[in-house]
């Protein structure tokens, strides 16, 4: 079981947005100033794997990742001891268990996606961007399919970019004016199907995934949260 200590399971994350536009700055500290203890990381996982995938870190419980939108990605744990080491990770796919290791850097966000680089599952550490607005919402883009370059992020059907030449297996992040909005997201030349956002509010933290579990794009919404313990 994942320890951590109280001052740290009540965190809640705080957001920041603006609807390709520039903001009026806040004086108030952002989540990511805040310190967490030595050795400590916020991380979570993505499947962009065709099917269901259990994941058990040797720092947490087990957790199953099923295949449909957002409930491919877990919500930030807060992870205690990970800092600079091996972390070892068993991976279960269609009956397939799978022994990865990997390095997570202590005091930040981090996202694992869980990969296929051909006939190998393979997980890969992504640096989150933490930089937070009470006033606005957040926004993030993962270019989740490997191999795929020049991942794009653009609202529909006008074309204007929100993000661009974002490389495969990584992210970045804006904030942006709360509002409605649809977006296309892409990459390699190709598009995945148009994306209702919904209205993104002010202090949310969302992020659009660009997966391609069976070999077509296609993309979705998650609200990026810390787990509730």
């Known amino acids: 079981m994942m320890r951590a200590s109280t001052s740290w399971l009540g965190l809640c994350m705080a957001g920041a947005l603006a609807w390709l536009q520039p903001g009026a700055a ?6 990511y100033e805040q310190r967490l203890p030595d050795g ?3 991380v979570r996982f993505a499947n962009t794997l065709p099917g269901p995938v259990s994941v ?3 720092f947490d419980d087990a957790l199953t990742l099923r295949d449909d939108g957002a409930a491919r990605v877990t919500d930030y744990r807060v992870a205690e001891d990970v800092a600079n080491r091996p972390v070892r990770l068993s991976v279960t796919e269609g009956g397939r268990s799978t ?9 930040g966000y981090n996202t694992i996606l869980l990969q296929r680089q051909g006939d190998a599952v ?5 640096k989150d961007q933490t930089d937070y607005n009470q006033v606005r919402a957040r926004l993030s883009f993962y270019n989740a399919v490997p191999g795929c370059a020049e991942g794009s992020l653009a609202l529909a059907p006008s ?3 929100v993000f661009s030449k974002v490389e495969p297996s990584s992210m970045t992040a804006r904030s942006i004016n709360p509002a409605s909005a649809r977006v296309t997201a892409g990459c390699g030349g190709r598009q995945a199907a148009a994306l209702d956002l919904g209205r993104l509010e002010a202090g949310g933290q969302y992020s659009v995934w660009l997966v391609a579990p069976a070999g077509e794009l296609t993309s979705f ?9």
């Open 99 to 107: 022994e990865l290791r990997v390095t997570i850097e202590g005091g």
């Open 56 to 58: 058990k870190p040797d």
């Open 40 to 42: 400590f990381a916020f």
């Open 122 to 126: 393979q997980a890969v550490v992504v």
């Open 26 to 31: 806040t004086a108030q500290p952002m989540l």
């Open 221 to 229: 919404l998650v609200r990026d949260r810390i787990a509730a313990r």
């Open 159 to 161: 074309g204007q970019s």
